[in-house]
């Protein structure tokens, strides 16, 4: 008796496992790119309109939300002229709201290939922001500029004289290891520094080409970790 129960139990365990095995092959194979080719690539109607899917794709629906949070140095004296050891204070989150649309969306090749233009917006969120946490909230960071500067010496294998004229420059333009800079600023709106400008000017390139080009300026139009992007296309 308990032979043959075992006999059935296999049997039906064999039979559902087909049966499961009969449904779910046609889905990969023939239903589920049924589905892809009718409703969810992208594609626009006779009339310029566009189906569902590809209305959302192009107007994203959903707000994202960047949590940012900096370590504030809070003995930028001591640091500087002791060699103390920074002393840091977590702020944050300061919460970024992000916004993004496509326009000039352009199908070619029968509906295969697509161009478009790609729009972000980052606004501050104060109301998701933490409480005290101010768009204009100054912050002791390390200085991107300085230590670019630094590390470009070290890159390039400055000389002695190319040294001491990279110090006297920082030091005429007010540069040190440590800046207090904005929130905002640091984040995506991007913040002025004298170094970054002087790189940017004409003079600077025309005396460089000049001099036979030295040394390789970085490429850095703004200072800040998102410099610039508030609102960004691409």
Same mark, same amino acid.
């Given at each position: 008796?308990r032979?043959?129960?075992?006999v059935?139990?296999?049997l039906?365990? *064999?039979?559902? @496992?087909?049966? &499961?095995?009969?449904l779910?092959?046609? @889905?990969?194979?023939l239903?589920f /790119?049924?589905?892809?080719k009718?409703?969810?690539?992208l594609?626009?109607e006779?009339? &310029?309109q566009f =189906?569902?899917?590809? @209305?959302?794709w192009?107007n ?6 960047y ?9 930028p004296?001591e640091v500087l002229y002791?060699?103390?050891k920074?002393?840091l204070?977590?702020l #944050? /989150?300061y919460?970024?709201a992000?916004?993004? @649309?496509?326009?000039?969306i352009d199908?070619?090749?029968? #509906?295969?290939?697509?161009? $478009? ?6 606004? $501050?969120?104060q109301?998701?922001s933490?409480?005290g946490?101010h768009?204009?909230?100054?912050l002791m960071l ?7 500067a ?6 390039q294998n ?11 420059l %920082?030091l005429? *333009? ?7 800079v904005?929130?905002?600023g640091?984040s995506f709106?991007s913040?002025?520094?004298? %170094?970054i400008t002087?790189i940017n ?5 025309v005396?460089?080409?000049f001099?036979?080009?030295p040394?390789?300026?970085?490429n850095v =139009? ?5 410099? *610039?992007?508030?609102t960004y296309?691409s």
């Amino acid at each position: 008796m308990r032979t043959c129960t075992a006999v059935l139990l296999g049997l039906l365990l *064999l039979a559902v @496992f087909l049966f &499961g095995v009969f449904l779910l092959a046609p @889905f990969p194979i023939l239903l589920f /790119p049924a589905i892809i080719k009718t409703q969810v690539y992208l594609r626009q109607e006779k009339d &310029g309109q566009f =189906p569902t899917a590809t @209305f959302y794709w192009s107007n994203l629906p959903a707000i994202q939300y960047y949590e940012m949070y900096y370590f504030n140095i809070t003995n930028p004296d001591e640091v500087l002229y002791s060699g103390a050891k920074a002393r840091l204070v977590e702020l #944050g /989150p300061y919460v970024w709201a992000e916004t993004e @649309f496509k326009e000039g969306i352009d199908f070619r090749q029968s #509906g295969n290939t697509v161009y $478009y233009r790609n729009n972000k917006t980052w606004v $501050y969120s104060q109301e998701n922001s933490c409480a005290g946490c101010h768009l204009e909230d100054l912050l002791m960071l390390p200085n991107a500029a300085y230590m670019s500067a630094v590390y470009m010496q070290q890159q390039q294998n400055f000389s002695k004289v190319m040294t001491k004229a990279l110090d006297v420059l %920082l030091l005429l *333009l007010g540069e040190s290891p440590l800046r207090s800079v904005t929130q905002g600023g640091v984040s995506f709106e991007s913040y002025p520094d004298p %170094l970054i400008t002087l790189i940017n000017s004409n003079l600077t390139k025309v005396l460089l080409s000049f001099l036979g080009n030295p040394i390789t300026l970085p490429n850095v =139009p703004a200072m800040g970790y998102f410099p *610039l992007v508030s609102t960004y296309g691409s």
